[in-house]
Nanobody, 119 residues
Framework: QVQLVESGGALVQTGGSLRLSCTSS????????MGWFRQAPGKVREFVAR????????SYADSAKGRFTISRDNAKNTVYLQMNSLKSEDTAVYYC????????????WGQGTQVTVSS
């Protein structure tokens, strides 16, 4: 059974930083591209960032470029999202995804972690 467990969400002030983590089990983590998505209240879930399984190449939504960094530690079966210079519009539930292709989610999701940015 595949499980993705996110952590690290919190309430933070505008301009602050957070690091989200997602630890996986039940899949061969090193063989999966991993992604982060987010969903704000009343909005559709959107792509944030992706990291490839083979060469750890990364890609980002325009809203995340220059502020967010996705990384992975295959030895720990964990993917991270470092978020800097947070804005109120970054407020959302952030979801980890396994099998992300470009900006399209794969089959497996975590339960989400809440990030709230207050001004």
């Amino acid at each position: 059974q595949v499980q993705l467990v996110e952590s690290g969400g919190a309430l933070v002030q505008t301009g602050g930083s957070l690091r989200l983590s997602c630890t996986s089990s039940g899949l061969t983590f090193s063989s999966y591209a991993m992604g982060w998505f987010r969903q704000a209240p009343g909005k559709v879930r959107e792509f944030v960032a992706r990291i490839a399984w083979s060469d750890s190449r990364t890609s980002y939504a325009d809203s995340a470029k220059g502020r967010f960094t996705i990384s992975r530690d295959n030895a720990k079966n964990t993917v991270y999202l470092q978020m800097n210079s947070l804005k109120s519009e970054d407020t959302a539930v952030y979801y980890c995804n396994a099998g992300t292709r470009a900006s399209t989610p794969g089959a497996y999701w975590g339960q989400g972690t809440q990030v709230t940015v207050s001004s």
